[in-house]
């Protein structure tokens, strides 16, 4: 129940909702009684952005320009949410918010775009999502300049410049500049995943990652570029790849001065002087500077393999292995190397030739390694395992690529070749027989007459002679 309904005599003949003063009709006729004399537009209520605010709080003497919105933000001193929610217990400081999150119950969406018809709950989310199609961006960033469709983004934008994170995780104390952010650090803390893929039921604990992950079934790329028209299946690749054509790069280390298009980046390079490596794998206590790479290791220790490629269907551990190998498929060459301007489907590695870095080291003999690749190669040199077995000698191989050799000598029956009189054979049996021809050696002796043969099918001729006899 809300506050106070013996005190709303006035019954709505629209929604029949009871409410203590008039205005409320106006929402459904939409009359428009305030005009502003300078320019003639017309508003529902007087006072519009005049920047008036005549009502402070006597708590943190901030200034509203409402009676009603001083009444909401005294609650946020108090701590009281009058208005509960009758299907969950659910409680707010407001009835507009408890108006708006009943519609999550009754999936009521009465706002509708007149360009696209896509429906929102809350007037406000119909009104940043018309900036979509306009373009328009009210507000501006004082420092850099950089405009959003949104107040509270910019408020965001605002704390990159001063570092402010007010939000702070009561578990781990770690900060974040967004209360978002916090409410889905904290699943991290409680395990939780309410958002469910309804096609495969993978479990997400943010409904971003969920939508992202639907695109993977969809295979939709709904984020454009439109210097190359290249399509993305998030906004944030669609920003980071628009980059790449703008070359700007706002965000700089205070410590090496280097230079990065995002300040996730920024954050990952500065653990470079720092050393710092917050993610620990609970099974080997190995450490790791991003989540993403504690993630991948995980599956080394469960063998866990949830990417497939959809072409040949084998399955990776990593979706960047996943899309690096399905650009075998594709031909695709996306990265052009600057310096010797060779194209690759992953560009990173060999940049590695040109600049001698070698970031992958063996944790047995301390020899480092450009790739990754090359570091799991050489691993076998310790571990002794060879993956790749040829299916007609059954010979086995550390790598893919000498396999690949050999079996081309067995085709061209090449591989055993005599050195003697360079005759060539396929298969080392049959080098061995031949070998024999050279040295008279008689290793195949009759156990009758003791008589002895060079090779395996003379003595058994031979035997044929005793058993007639």
């Known amino acids: 129940m809300q506050p106070d309904e013996a005190e709303m005599p006035l019954e709505c003949t ?19 009684k305030f005009e502003c004399t300078p320019c003639q537009k017309k508003f529902k209520r007087q006072r519009m952005r005049t920047g008036e605010k005549p009502h402070e709080c006597t708590v943190c003497l901030k200034r509203l320009s409402t009676s009603q919105s001083l009444t909401s933000h005294m609650r946020t001193h108090t701590g009281e949410k009058p208005y509960k929610c009758d ?71 605002l704390r990159t410049h001063t570092g402010e994170k007010p939000y702070e995780c009561d578990v781990c104390h770690e900060k974040f500049a967004v209360s978002s952010s916090l409410r889905s650090h904290m699943r991290t803390h409680s ?37 190359c028209n290249m399509n993305f299946r998030q906004v944030a690749h669609l920003r980071r790849h628009q980059l790449t054509h703008t070359g700007e790069k706002p965000y700089e280390c205070t410590v090496c001065r280097k230079a990065f298009s ?80 060779k194209r690759f489907s992953n560009l990173r590695d060999h940049l590695r030739l040109h600049t001698g870095e070698k970031t992958y080291g063996c944790t047995l003999c301390q020899k480092k390694f450009a790739a990754p690749e090359s570091l799991r190669i ?43 009189c360079q005759k060539n054979f396929s298969q080392s049996q049959l080098l061995q027989k031949h070998m024999q021809t050279h040295t008279k050696e008689r290793p195949y002796k ?21 058993l007639g006899a």
């Open 191 to 227: 395990g939780e995943k309410p958002y469910e893929c309804s096609i495969c039921h993978k479990k997400f604990s943010v409904s971003y990652s969920l939508q992202d992950h639907l695109r993977t079934h969809s295979g939709e790329k709904p984020f454009q570029c439109t210097v």
């Open 378 to 420: 050489h691993l076998r040199t310790h571990t002794g395992v060879k993956p790749y077995q040829c299916p007609v000698c059954y010979r086995a191989f550390a790598q893919s690529s000498p396999m690949v050799s050999h079996l081309r000598k067995h085709a061209e029956g090449t591989l055993f070749g005599c050195t003697l």
């Open 262 to 341: 995002t300040p996730g980046v920024l954050r990952l390079h500065i653990r470079t002087h720092t050393g710092e490596k917050p993610f620990e794998c609970t099974v080997c206590h190995k450490k790791f500077t991003q989540k993403v790479h504690l993630q991948g290791h995980s599956r080394i220790h469960t063998g866990e393999k949830p990417f497939k490629c959809f072409v040949c269907h084998k399955e990776f551990s990593c979706i960047y292995s996943m899309r690096n190998h399905q650009r075998l498929h594709t031909g695709e060459r996306r990265y052009q190397c600057p310096v010797c301007h």
């Open 87 to 157: 299907e969950c217990d659910k409680k707010f400081t407001t009835s507009g918010n408890l108006k708006i999150h009943q519609r999550l119950h009754s999936g009521e969406r009465p706002f509708e775009c007149s360009i696209c018809q896509k429906k929102f709950s809350e007037s406000g989310k119909l009104r940043m999502h018309l900036r979509t199609h306009t373009g328009e961006k009210p507000f501006e960033c004082t420092i850099c300049q950089k405009k959003f469709a949104e107040s509270g983004k910019l408020r965001q934008h």
């Open 446 to 466: 009759c156990s009758v007459c003791h008589m002895v043969f060079p090779v395996a099918c003379l003595l058994l001729i031979h035997l044929r002679a005793h």
């Open 14 to 32: 629209v929604c029949h909702k009871k409410y203590s003063i008039r205005r409320h009709l106006r929402t459904h006729t939409d009359e428009k």
